[in-house]
């Protein structure tokens, strides 16, 4: 079965310094998706991304957070300054944009940790 | 802000035993998918369901959709050691906006 592959499983950096979040979504897939999971809390929605601009984003998406498709297969989430509280488990998705029935695939996540 | 409540958090059964697992909104809900996470992965789509009073069997798993499109449940018959995980419910706003809101989950153990 297809992927969404994520890099790199494990992140860590200092507070104040910029982090890329790197994605590569199922090639055919047109939405492509930011999600967040802090541990021990809910998988919360970020951004979601089609046609080159983001669709919808939650209120957590501030002006610190920035996504690209800088090329034809990677989607990438840049957060500018880090902060303690942005240390969560990120999981980028992506959906071939069919309608409510579609089917929305995972990736395994980069873990972020903000020292 | 739409919330889905899941419940039980926790759930521990035998072998072989049936288990039925909750999740519920007062808010209307498009589409309705449940989720299996196993533990350094993502979240797995099990199902979708997008119509009240929708039924979808899955194997030993039967996923419902409530008559209002508020509240699903997800049964698992004849429970096995494989089946152990955590599963999350998440919703589609019904308003056409394409952002899932999540449950809590529900971190399912079966004992051999």
């Known amino acids: 079965e297809p992927e969404v592959t994520q890099t790199p499983s494990h992140q860590v950096t200092q507070m104040g310094q910029e982090v890329i979040l790197r994605c590569v979504p199922i090639s055919n897939h047109l939405y492509f998706y930011w999600y967040r999971q802090i541990l021990g809390q809910k998988v919360e929605f970020l951004v979601s991304?089609?046609?080159?601009?983001?669709?919808?984003k939650s209120e957590i998406f501030d002006d610190q957070f920035s996504v690209e498709r800088p090329d034809g297969s990677n989607f990438t989430l840049k957060i500018r300054s880090t902060k303690l509280e942005d240390s969560a488990m990120y999981f980028c998705?992506?959906?071939?944009?069919?309608?409510?029935?579609?089917?929305?695939?995972f990736g395994s996540g980069t873990q972020l940790s903000v020292l | 802000t739409q919330l889905l409540e899941q419940s039980p958090q926790f759930l521990s059964i035998q072998e072989g035993e049936n288990l039925t697992v909750y999740c519920n909104s007062s808010?209307?809900?498009?589409?309705l998918q449940w989720y299996r996470q196993e533990p350094g992965e993502g979240p797995v789509l099990l199902v979708t369901?997008?119509?009240?009073?929708e039924v979808k069997k899955l194997k030993r798993l039967t996923f419902q959709f409530g008559d209002a499109r508020k509240d699903s449940s997800l049964h698992i018959t004849a429970a096995q050691t494989g089946d152990t995980g955590l599963y999350l419910c998440?919703?589609?706003?019904?308003?056409?906006?394409?952002?899932?809101?999540f449950g809590s989950g529900t971190r399912l153990q079966v004992q051999p």
């Open positions: 991304f089609y046609n080159n601009e983001i669709s919808e």
């Open positions: 369901v997008v119509t009240g009073g």
């Open positions: 998705a992506s959906s071939e944009g069919t309608g409510r029935n579609e089917k929305l695939f």
């Open positions: 808010s209307v809900f498009s589409s």
């Open positions: 998440a919703g589609a706003a019904d308003t056409g906006r394409r952002a899932l809101t």
